[in-house]
């Protein structure tokens, strides 16, 4: 956040939670997350979220595997890894 001149207030607390209730944390108006813009693309475009920053164009993932068959939810996810370049 530092990098994009965000700074949190001495005192200000973060919880780590998993993301569906980070999503409704959001929509309530209670904070901020990180999120990808999927998860929020409906709010975005209706105005009732915004959009601080986005991240590195640049940046990404490395697939790491274990050699053998790959079950189908794998390979979806893979497909769709490669597919958001």
Known sequence: MAKENLEMRPGTKTTPMPGNLLLDGLRCGDGIVATIPRFIEDETKEGKTRVLFEGRLDA??????????????????????????
């Open 60 to 85: 990404g993932y490395h697939i790491v595997m274990r050699p053998g068959v790959q079950r189908s939810p794998l390979r979806a996810f893979v497909s769709w890894l490669k597919s958001v370049r």
